[in-house]
């Protein structure tokens, strides 16, 4: 039944995710259902809601290995509540939970989420660095669904740099990533930001 929330979310259906949620009562308290209920909650513009359940989180796992995904899903309700410099203190945070890690999926992640931060704010330096740093750790560990994200992201960061060629070659890497990810939302998504170019 998670696996048919987490669908649901990844195709933004997040109000039937939520439903599929609510009405299995063993998985809805368990640290799954509450990460897929924040999520959610982040994800319809009810960060308080998402604020509260992560807070919660990280604090049943402060001190764990599991701590650093509650501190990154912390930061993601920022960004996604426009608060990008918020956010930026959390995936400082979480950077240095993980700092010994590895697992590259993580710090691609992160670097992703942080990237996407300095994006919103204009700081284009920065979100290129990060952007950069994520998709290279991404494709030399084979990690096709970050990569995918890094590289559509820095199509969108060419674009907004007035670089249409780039944005072009990264929307075409993300397809194919996205692709080799299995990924038809990320695919059509992508592909769509290719022909707007």
């Given amino acids: 039944m ?3 929330v987490w669908l649901a979310i990844d195709e933004r259906r997040y109000e039937q995710a939520e439903s599929l949620l609510c009405s299995d009562a063993e998985v809805f308290p368990t640290r799954a259902g509450q990460m897929a209920l924040g999520y959610i909650y982040a994800h319809t513009a009810r960060c308080d809601e ?3 359940v992560f807070a919660n989180l990280r604090e049943q796992h402060r001190g764990d290995e599991w701590e650093h995904i ?3 899903q912390q930061g993601r309700v920022e960004r996604l509540a426009g608060r ?3 956010a930026l ?3 400082t945070e979480e950077r240095d939970l993980i700092a010994d890690t590895a697992d590259a999926h993580k710090l691609a992640v992160n ?3 942080a990237a996407q931060c300095h994006l919103k704010l204009g700081q284009y330096a920065e979100a290129r ?3 950069t740093q994520s998709a290279a750790t991404a494709k030399t560990n084979d990690d096709p669904e970050t990569l995918a994200r890094a590289e559509r992201a820095l199509g969108e960061l060419s ?3 007035g670089h249409p060629a780039a944005a072009r070659v990264h929307f075409e890497r993300a397809v194919v990533a996205f692709e080799q990810a299995e990924d038809e939302f990320g695919v059509r998504e992508t592909q769509a930001m290719l022909e707007g170019v």
Wanted: proline share 0%.
């Fill in 89 to 91: 203190k959390f995936f």
């Fill in 129 to 131: 660095n990060f952007l």
């Fill in 159 to 161: 674009v907004r740099e």
């Fill in 2 to 4: 998670l696996q048919d």
């Fill in 70 to 72: 509650a501190v990154h």
């Fill in 50 to 52: 998402a604020r509260r």
């Fill in 111 to 113: 670097a992703l989420e």
């Fill in 84 to 86: 990008c410099e918020d």
